[in-house]
């Protein structure tokens, strides 16, 4: 659990980290499908840990909600010299998928703070769509409710007057 503020608000995150070991898999199905931001996180040193981002990005559609957000990172930027994945092929996979794509060093913490906090703020960004969404919904609704109490009320005056 950590908490970091954005535009003012803070916000308590929780954070699972499965390490991409495949014994993890049962469970991680499970964290998928109440998961709101999930990072993709390869080794740039490691081409067979950059090539899994695909199984586990087919996982994340297949048992995650479809509106979750996610991001790819590159770890390990502080090891050029040891680099098996170019930039560019993180790029375009991040671009396949459509994720933002971040380099970072847990070794250095470059880029760490904020890969969680863009993240973050894709989630929280995606809440206040919805929220959105769902009071344009109500608003249409109560339209729809005052406009059919509006005509309900003209029928019975209609009625009345026709019967006098």
């Known amino acids: ?16 980290d499965t390490a991409g ?10 964290y998928y499908r109440r998961a709101q931001g999930i990072v993709f996180v390869y080794d740039i040193t490691n081409m067979p840990s950059f090539q899994h981002i695909a199984k586990w990005a087919c996982d994340v559609d297949e048992y995650a909600p479809d509106d979750v ?6 770890n ?17 996979l991040a671009e396949t998928y459509g994720m933002e794509f971040f380099e970072a060093s847990a070794s250095t913490s470059n880029n760490i703070s904020e890969s969680f906090i863009r993240v973050t703020e894709l989630v929280l960004q995606a809440q206040k769509r919805d929220v959105k ?32």
Request: charged share 30%; glycine share 6%.
């Open 1 to 16: 659990m950590k908490t970091i503020e954005i535009d003012g608000l803070k916000v308590r995150v929780q954070i699972w």
């Open 69 to 74: 957000q996610t991001i790819l990172v590159g």
């Open 133 to 164: 969404d769902l009071l344009g919904s109500l608003d249409n609704y109560l339209d729809r409710a005052v406009l059919q109490e509006e005509k309900g009320s003209q029928d019975n005056h209609a009625q009345r007057t026709c019967a006098c």
């Open 21 to 30: 070991q495949e014994r993890y898999q049962t469970i991680t199905k499970q």
């Open 76 to 92: 390990k930027a502080d090891e050029e010299f040891s680099r098996q994945v170019t930039k560019d092929q993180g790029k375009k």
